[in-house]
């Protein structure tokens, strides 16, 4: 299993991240800032220090959060998008990588799902409707049910099956979660790197206005006036976030700041 507590707390969080597949920081799975070599997932890269500078502007960090992806595994092609039928490949004892983030999304328990990128959004969708239809959805057949980027959304709108509402509730006895579809936060899409009249710093400042608005309605979390710093503890404290990730993201998160993000 790629998850662990590097991912996240073994409690109900606030808010589940799903991304597309663990991250590899270029080295085709051998790379040393790659979740294959930390166990740490968004770790040493710039979608990993992006979405630290979005996690700050709601106050809050990957100690209280919990972080996990589509697939379970780094895909074939060596990193990027799963395909759709490695999201169907069974994984451990699971069916599909698809049936295991179902079981994420119950146990996460959190009042928020962020889709980060097309592919974590139809596997949000998809997972909790496949006891009725395990086709994967498109992006046409989430826009004509009323889902849109950066836009919150209600998961009992998305035609979910009978199954996954009775172990939601059986869970937790709430509302069944909210959905904000975001842009995701690879180098592809936004970077601290770049001047701010282009669209990699217009799309990081949109992704997170809609991560604001969505913490404040869904969750009464109001962000903060200025991005606080994580603690050095938990996640934090690990030796590979110190000597590895921690250099490079303290370097982007810098470049960030200076820009007034």
């Known amino acids: ?99 295991l983030l179902r079981d994420t999304i119950i146990a996460a328990g959190a009042p928020l799902l962020v889709a980060l990128g097309n592919v974590g959004m139809r ?43 009775r172990a939601w509730t059986r869970a937790w006895r709430a509302p069944l979660p909210q959905v904000l579809w975001t842009t995701h936060p690879s180098a592809q899409n936004m970077s601290p790197f770049a001047r701010k009249e282009t669209l990699f710093h217009t799309r990081m400042l949109r992704t997170r206005a809609a991560l604001q608005e969505a913490a404040r309605s869904v969750l009464g979390i109001e962000p903060p006036r200025e991005r606080p710093r994580p603690r050095p503890e938990g996640i934090y404290a690990l030796p590979e976030w110190r000597e590895r990730v921690a250099p490079h993201h303290e370097r982007l998160d810098r470049l960030w700041r200076e820009k007034g993000v």
């Not at 996240?8 to 590899?24: D, E, K, S, Y």
């Not at 086709?135 to 826009?143: A, F, G, M, S």
């Not at 009992?156 to 996954?164: G, H, K, N, Q, V």
């Open 123 to 165: 596997s949000i969708v998809t997972a909790a409707r496949l006891d009725e239809d395990e086709r994967i959805v498109t992006q046409n057949w989430l826009v004509k049910r009323g889902a849109e980027r950066d836009i919150v959304i209600a998961l009992e709108r998305l035609d979910l099956d009978a199954a996954f509402r």
């Open 1 to 99: 299993m790629v998850w662990s507590r590097r991912n996240g707390p073994w409690h109900r969080v606030p808010i589940l991240f799903v991304g597309a597949a663990p991250g590899n920081a270029g080295g085709r799975g051998r790379g040393e800032l790659g979740a294959h070599g930390t166990r740490i997932p968004f770790g040493g890269d710039i979608a990993g220090a992006n979405l630290d500078a979005l996690l700050g502007s709601i106050g809050l960090d990957r100690n209280q959060v919990f972080l996990t992806a589509s697939y379970n595994a780094l895909p074939a092609a060596g990193g990027g998008e799963p395909t759709a039928a490695e999201l169907r490949e069974p994984v451990g004892e699971y069916e599909s990588s698809l049936h």
